[in-house]
């Protein structure tokens, strides 16, 4: 059973460019989480996705935007990137919102930096 | 305004030792309290969780203590490992499938 996969592994761009990131959740899960992990802090919650639409959203600007698909499976997408988004951006995925006893399990992440 | 504090920053331990890593938060409503442990490079690992409605948890080597009045959690460690040496983190959500808050971590290395 394939855990939470996240594509790519590293990632280098400049100021001013976009980025778009991958995310397929666990078998068995519709609902998928973003997080920002700036180097030596915990996870901050970008946004959470679910049937495809945005859920929850953390305090995060307009510059960064979701989608999911029908598969689940989604993508972060960053505009007119800044030195301070240099980052290791995780996927979370879960079953049902709601369900009890079961939890949010995170991809390997995406490293991004931004020069 | 971080919604859940974490101490120590970093810990030190010899082999065998037990380390604890404490949380705390202000927010009532949270009800799922769950430990993550994540090495270099690495997504986060659930260890293990916890709900309000129990005192402490163990699963393995790690158990939860967790005091409701206290608004107060932590993670023990038993016999620790060098193979434990990483960043755990406690965080804190209104229900599984929600946000999790994340505390800001807790370096631990444990000498041979």
């Known amino acids: 059973d394939a855990g939470v996969t996240q594509s790519p592994t590293h990632l280098i761009k400049t100021r001013g460019q976009q980025v778009t990131l991958r995310c397929s959740p666990k078998?068995?899960?519709?609902?998928v989480s973003w997080y920002q992990q700036a180097l030596g802090q915990g996870p901050q919650f970008i946004f959470q996705?679910?049937?495809?639409?945005?859920?929850q959203r953390g305090n995060f600007p307009d510059r960064f935007s979701g989608h999911q698909f029908p598969n689940y499976s989604s993508e972060l997408n960053v505009n007119a990137l800044l030195l301070g988004d240099s980052a290791l951006y995780l996927c979370?995925?879960?079953?049902?919102?709601?369900?009890?006893?079961?939890?949010?399990?995170f991809g390997p992440g995406t490293r991004l930096l931004v020069l | 305004q971080q919604q859940v504090k974490q101490s120590p920053q970093s810990l030190i331990v010899q082999k065998g030792g037990i380390p604890i890593i404490n949380c705390a938060y202000e927010?009532?409503?949270?009800?799922?309290f769950p430990w993550y442990q994540q090495f270099p490079g690495k997504g986060p690992a659930l260890l293990i969780a916890i709900r309000p409605d129990v005192s402490e948890k163990k699963e393995g080597r790690f158990t939860i203590s967790f005091n409701k009045s206290a608004k107060q959690f932590s993670l023990h460690i038993m016999d620790s490992q060098p193979g434990d040496s990483a960043t755990y983190f406690c965080a804190a959500s209104i229900r599984t499938g929600n946000q999790f808050y994340f505390g800001t971590g807790t370096s631990l290395t444990v000498i041979p």
């Open positions: 927010n009532t409503a949270f009800d799922y």
């Open positions: 996705y679910y049937e495809e639409e945005e859920r």
């Open positions: 078998s068995g899960h519709d609902t």
């Open positions: 979370a995925s879960s079953p049902l919102i709601g369900s009890k006893g079961e939890t949010q399990y």
